[in-house]
């Protein structure tokens, strides 16, 4: 695997894995609320928008030239 796409794996898959499932174990037993939601949904719907832009960042940094490549037929 190219190094390039190790830390665009990292950064679309593995970071936000470890951020839900890393909230949802901190958070279980948690009552505290935000923004009127208990703060374990706050934390999965925050990470919809964190998941958006690590995809958005792993394309643009890793992956953009390759598709253009592709693209361009190289």
Same mark, same amino acid.
């Given at each position: 695997?190219? %190094?390039?796409?190790? =830390?665009? !794996? +990292?950064?679309?898959?593995? +970071?936000? =894995?470890?951020?839900?499932?890393?909230?949802? =174990?901190?958070?279980?037993?948690?009552?505290?609320?935000?923004f009127?939601?208990? +703060?374990?949904?706050? $934390? +999965?719907f925050? $990470? !919809?928008?964190? @998941? @958006?832009?690590? &995809?958005? &960042?792993? $394309?643009? &940094? !890793? *992956? %953009? *030239? *390759?598709?253009?490549?592709? %693209?361009?037929? %190289?």
């Amino acid at each position: 695997m190219a %190094k390039g796409k190790l =830390y665009s !794996f +990292i950064l679309s898959v593995v +970071i936000p =894995y470890l951020g839900i499932f890393g909230g949802i =174990y901190f958070f279980r037993f948690s009552e505290k609320m935000v923004f009127g939601f208990p +703060i374990l949904y706050f $934390w +999965i719907f925050l $990470w !919809f928008f964190l @998941t @958006t832009i690590c &995809l958005s &960042l792993a $394309w643009m &940094l !890793f *992956d %953009k *030239d *390759d598709a253009r490549s592709a %693209k361009e037929g %190289k």
